[in-house]
């Protein structure tokens, strides 16, 4: 028996990394799972995976799984998703909030295009999916969102500065308000039984995208920590009662070690601090 079974999931970033790994995982604890990406087919992105691969990796398995291609920048394309996972499946239980879009550039060089792309994805997106998966949350009074945020949201503190910061301003303001989304929204929705949680890793995850941009020197780096193991922490967080987590701005290892699902942790959360929020 999973975790999830008779559970009706959207999870958004579904065609590599974190989201995939997520969406893997709901599935195998029983969850009919609604990947979510743009990248709908090998090759279609210039970065490895794809909706198509992780869509077959699951039903592969055993589990039930939709690929549902997904500008989470788009209002009418949000609506479609959910109404797309309504229609095929049943309401949604469960919606995981991971796509994300960076770019690594100075904000003297920033150009407003990108920086109105980039905060649409990452912080209007989640607000518009989570805004339209509530009714049906509401109605039966229950669900859990899980968004996710990234170590980027920690500011540098005061100077003096040693180093230029290296461009990731943007991704971790969008990351920093994210967090404080999750917490406001949690408190709001927590009179009908929904929780809403965030989650950062607390190593930096090798991925496509961490690869891509010279975070991580390969998959194999052992700085890092798996995206299993922020796929665990999502579903922990989705999982475990509602006054136990609701509210929580966390970390992959130290809110896994504090459950007991894993014994050791090392990163953000456990012998480094996390954001302001984190500590609330």
Known sequence: MGKLDGKVAIVTGASRGIGKATALLYAAEGAKVVCAARTLGEGDHMLEGSLSTTVSEIQQAGGTALAVQTDVSDEESCARLVQ??????????????DAALSYFIPIKDYSIRRWFRAFTVNVHGPFMLSQKVLPDMIER???????????????????????????GTMYGATKAAIERFSQGLAEEVYQYGISVTC????????????????????FDDPRGEPPEMMAKAILLLATEPLDKVTGRVTYSQAVLKEFGWISEGKGLGIDRPGSGYSQQ
């Open 84 to 97: 797309t996972a309504k229609q095929q499946f049943g309401p949604v239980d469960m919606l995981v909030n």
């Open 141 to 167: 009074g229950s669900g859990a969102i899980v968004n996710v945020s990234s170590g980027a949201a920690i500011g540098p503190g005061r100077g003096p500065y040693t180093e230029s910061g290296g461009g």
């Open 199 to 218: 989650v950062s890793p607390s190593l930096v995850v090798p991925t496509p995208g961490t690869v891509y941009h010279k975070l991580v020197t390969g």
